[in-house]
Nanobody
Framework: QVQLVESGGGLVQPGGSLRLSCAASGLDFNRFTMAWYRQVPGKQRELVGY???????KYADSVKGRFTIFRDNSNSSVSLQMDSLKLEDTAVYYC?????????WGQGTQVTVSS
């Protein structure tokens, strides 16, 4: 059974930092592109960034230069370092694993940026 378990969400002030983690199990991690998405109520889920094995991460323009994705293949995990957080970064953040044939989602973790 495939599981993606996110952790690390919470409340942070504007300009602050937060690090999300996603632990994957039940899949051949090296075969999957790992991505982070986010969603606010009433809007579509949007891609934050993704990383393939052996490649540099790619980011949405809205987070480029502020967010960094790290991939740890030995531990089947991926993390999202979020710096210089803005009010508009408030969302539920989801971990995603995608291969040619399969796609999986985590349960999501809430990130709230507020003063």
């Amino acid at each position: 059974q495939v599981q993606l378990v996110e952790s690390g969400g919470g409340l942070v002030q504007p300009g602050g930092s937060l690090r999300l983690s996603c632990a994957a199990s039940g899949l051949d991690f090296n075969r999957f592109t790992m991505a982070w998405y986010r969603q606010v109520p009433g809007k579509q889920r949007e891609l934050v960034g993704y990383i393939r094995v052996g490649e540099s991460a790619k980011y949405a323009d809205s987070v480029k230069g502020r967010f960094t994705i790290f991939r740890d293949n030995s531990n089947s995990s991926v993390s999202l370092q979020m710096d210089s957080l803005k009010l508009e970064d408030t969302a539920v953040y989801y971990c995603n694993a995608k291969s040619v044939l399969y796609g999986y989602w985590g349960q999501g973790t809430q990130v709230t940026v507020s003063s």
